[in-house]
Nanobody, 119 residues
């Protein structure tokens, strides 16, 4: 059983910063990629940032230059540093991974963490 547990969401003023973390636990043989998605009310879930085990990063245009994704391989944890936050960044943020466990490939999701940007 593989689990992803997110932390770090909350309420922040426009222009502020937050750091999200997502820890993968369970019987994990290898992690190929981890990423962050978000879903605002009434909108579809969208990719925010992703990072492969080879170090390749992908960012949504709306967050380039403001968000940074990084991974602590020793702890199977991915972080999302969010700076210069805007009200339109308000959403539930979900962690996702592509990993190998017990001989199969899995794509687990975290439970989500709320990020609210408001004055």
């Amino acid at each position: 059983q593989v689990q992803l547990v997110e932390s770090g969401g909350g309420l922040v003023q426009p222009g502020g910063s937050l750091r999200l973390s997502c820890a993968a636990s369970g019987s994990i043989f290898s992690i190929y990629a981890m990423g962050w998605y978000r879903q605002a009310p009434g909108k579809q879930r969208e990719l925010v940032a992703a990072l492969t085990s080879g170090g390749r990063t992908t960012y949504a245009d709306s967050v380039k230059g403001r968000f940074t994704i990084s991974m602590d391989n020793a702890k199977n944890t991915v972080h999302l540093q969010m700076n210069s936050l805007k009200p339109e960044d308000t959403a539930v943020y979900y962690c996702n991974a592509e990993l190998r466990s017990s001989g199969s490939i899995y794509y687990p999701w975290g439970q989500g963490t709320q990020v609210t940007v408001s004055s």
